[in-house]
Nanobody, 121 residues
C-alpha cells in the first residue's frame, strides 16, 4: 500500500553537498513523521534526522549544523540537505515514513530501498 523512494545520493568530495529527496506514495490516510536513517558497513542503522507533522525536528549529534531536514507533507515528501560532508557520512541512507491508514492512532513504518552516499576524494 505504501511505497517510499529516495533519490539524490551519489559520490561527493569532502566538504561538498548533496540533497536527498524522499517521496511516499500509495494508499494511506496520513503521514505523521518522516525521517532519514543511515547504515554503514559494520554499523547499526542510526537515525540521522526526523521531522514530524508539527515540524519538530531531531538530529543526530554528528550532523547537527551540517544537515537540514525539511518536508512538504502535502506532497508526502521529505528532503535532507547535507552540507560539509565528511567521509564518516558515507553510508546507505534510508528514508522512513510513519503512516496511518485510518483515523485510529496506529502508525506503521515504511522504508525506502536506500540511496548510497559516498564521501571521498
Amino acid at each position: 500500500q505504501v511505497q517510499v523512494a529516495e533519490s539524490g545520493g551519489g559520490l561527493v568530495q569532502p566538504g561538498g553537498s548533496l540533497r536527498l529527496s524522499c517521496a511516499a506514495s500509495g494508499s494511506f490516510f496520513s503521514i505523521n513523521v518522516m525521517g532519514w536513517y543511515r547504515q554503514a558497513p559494520g554499523n547499526q542503522r542510526e537515525l540521522v534526522a526526523s521531522i514530524t507533522r508539527g515540524t519538530s525536528t531531531n538530529y543526530a549529534d554528528s550532523v547537527k549544523g551540517r544537515f537540514t531536514i525539511s518536508r512538504d507533507f502535502a506532497k508526502n515528501t521529505v528532503y535532507l540537505q547535507m552540507n560539509s560532508l565528511k567521509p564518516e557520512d558515507t553510508a546507505v541512507y534510508f528514508c522512513n515514513a510513519g503512516v496511518r491508514f485510518d483515523s485510529a492512532n496506529n502508525y506503521f513504518s515504511y522504508w525506502g530501498q536506500g540511496t548510497q552516499v559516498t564521501v571521498s576524494s
